[in-house]
Nanobody
Framework: VQLQASGGGLVQAGGSLRLSCAASGRTRNKYVMGWFRQAPGQEREFVATISGSGTKTYYAESVKGRFTISRENAKNTVYLQMNSLKPEDTAVYYC???????????????????WGQGTLVTVSS
């Protein structure tokens, strides 16, 4: 499966952005989806994940209550709604996918086999 992330940009602190991740290719499989981010000079970190059915979600503590992950399986698209953005949210955001039919959610990057190219989010103070 191929993943295409979009929606990044420059926003002021306190603002909002919605990222999208469109999947193409072998979309008949059921995938757990995740968002990760990598700030300059830092390691890639987990942000949020959603199960294949969309019934389970899990967030990093740093974004809980501000970010919402969702999916539209009919459109093969996953979203990350980001509200109350902070300068420390500045990073390249990546979407990731892993085939899963068990309903599990994953928060470790090594658990994902497929990655998009990333979209830059810059939050100014």
């Amino acid at each position: 499966v191929q993943l295409q992330a979009s929606g990044g940009g420059l926003v002021q602190a306190g603002g909002s952005l919605r990222l999208s991740c469109a999947a193409s290719g072998r979309t008949r499989n059921k995938y757990v989806m995740g968002w990760f981010r990598q700030a300059p000079g830092q390691e890639r970190e987990f942000v949020a994940t959603i199960s294949g059915s969309g019934t389970k979600t899990y967030y990093a503590e740093s974004v809980k209550g501000r970010f919402t992950i969702s999916r539209e399986n009919a459109k093969n698209t996953v979203y990350l709604q980001m509200n109350s953005l902070k300068p420390e949210d500045t990073a390249v955001y990546y979407c990731a996918a892993q085939i899963d039919y068990s309903g599990t959610i994953y928060s470790a990057s090594w658990e994902y086999a497929y990655w998009g190219q990333g979209t830059l989010v810059t939050v100014s103070s």
